[in-house]
């Protein structure tokens, strides 16, 4: 366990007294799905590990097939879209944030979205289909685009001003 993750453990059991009934909740409920997610993590993995090596054993995967990479891969983004998702709620159930960031939630969005190409099968899906992932995908981007951009901006503003004419270089 990470030294930093141990610090914010210590401090929610620290602060568990002073928190508001729902803020009790609200971090054991995050801490079930944590549990919950991180089970199904595992189960995900090892199904993943057995299936893959089996028919690679057994003659039965060719990784080359595009079907077979597809559904692979398709796999492989889920457990990683149920790891960012479940290291997002870490910060709730420690209590480093009250509640899941929006821009997290958006690039998991964009995890599920880009996982929905990756799996697509374009003998069967229809131009209008397409047409809406890509537009959902722009969507998606943008919006967290928006708010990366409203985030500098509010950091701009806090960062102290200096004079212009700060060099100490001679020769400038």
Do not use: C
């Not at 803020?23 to 299936?51: D, W």
């Not at 910060?91 to 964009?110: C, D, E, F, G, P």
């Not at 959902?136 to 200096?162: C, F, N």
């Amino acid at each position: 366990m990470e030294w930093k993750t141990l610090i914010n453990w210590k401090r929610l059991i620290k602060q568990w007294g002073i928190m508001t009934f729902y803020q009790r909740f609200e971090s054991v409920v995050a801490l079930l799905l944590t549990l919950l997610i991180t089970l199904i993590i595992i189960v995900a993995t090892i199904r993943l590990f057995v299936g893959i090596i089996s028919n690679l054993v057994l003659g039965a995967l060719d990784p080359l097939d595009h079907k077979v990479f597809q559904n692979v891969f398709g796999e492989i983004m889920t457990v990683l879209i149920a790891l960012e998702f479940n290291h997002t709620l870490q910060y709730v159930v420690t209590r480093q944030q009250s509640i899941i960031q929006t821009k997290v939630v958006l690039l998991i969005a964009l995890l599920a979205v880009a996982r929905k190409f990756i799996i697509l099968d374009l003998k069967e899906t229809t131009a209008g289909s397409m047409f809406g992932l890509a537009a959902l995908a722009l969507a998606i981007g943008i919006v967290h685009w928006l708010l990366h951009e409203r985030e500098d901006r509010h950091l701009r503003t806090q960062m102290p001003r200096h004079p212009e004419n700060t060099s100490t270089n001679a020769n400038a």
